[in-house]
């Protein structure tokens, strides 16, 4: 449904947690969809910042059919469309990755989607050790970040991510609002994860869902009361409708 032009020319949205059905599932909510199709329709470019596999954002924007474009691998690489891709590091995260993967291998297996990445490489935790997610992370981080200092480590609570320390999602947004000739001030950011405030400190609206960590919320100008994707139809909703 098209309403009242906002004074938004772009938004930005992480993708699990944000525009999944809650935060223990990959599913799209359906109506956070909509609401993204709702944005363009107002001529409001809408991009994806996310740390998965540049194939899986891409193919999102692709599909749910968004103007602005696909940021993957923790802003690693940005997809325009077509052809264009840009790669943003000049590092991998991959030797280190295996030495990480190696070591820790008692706790944390490799996600099925490094297979398809390049440059930023992510790490599950084993169902039986969730309960120590936080130590295993601290671990992890502090082992692999004194081994290689051109890599960092995040945790989405999907994934434990190593990342480039020259790349980061906030990088990422900052180029393409250059590009795209968009002030920071005339942008959205949303998430649900600590590790989006990466992008989300840069916009001039910053969002969380109701169910975002604790850390995120306090650290955005609006929380909204519904979660996820139920989270973003409202967000959406009062921006569409000049609330915001």
Known sequence: MVKTMAKYRLAAFDIDGTLTVSRNTVMLDL????????????????????????????????????????????GCIIYWGGDDFEVLTKYSARKIYEKVLEKYSLYVYGSWQNRFRSYDYALKIKPEHRDKAEEIVESIKDFAERH????????????????????????????????M?????????????????????YVGLKAAVGNADDELKKLVDI???????????????????GFL
């Open 181 to 201: 000739k968009i002030k920071p001030s005339e942008a959205i950011g949303v998430g649900d994860s600590i590790m989006d405030y990466d992008f989300i400190r």
């Open 31 to 74: 109506g956070a969809l909509r609401s993204l199709r709702d944005l363009e329709k107002n001529g409001i470019h809408v991009v994806l910042v996310s740390s998965n596999m540049i194939p899986a954002v891409a193919a999102l924007k692709k599909y749910i059919g968004l103007s602005g474009p696909a940021i993957g691998e923790t």
């Open 223 to 241: 929380v909204t009361e519904k979660p996820s994707g139920q989270g973003v139809v409202e967000l959406v909703n009062k921006i569409l409708d």
């Open 148 to 179: 290689d200092p051109n890599i960092k480590v995040g945790f989405s609570g999907y994934a434990i991510h190593l990342t480039p320390r020259d790349a980061g999602k906030g990088r990422a947004l900052l180029h393409v609002l250059e590009k």
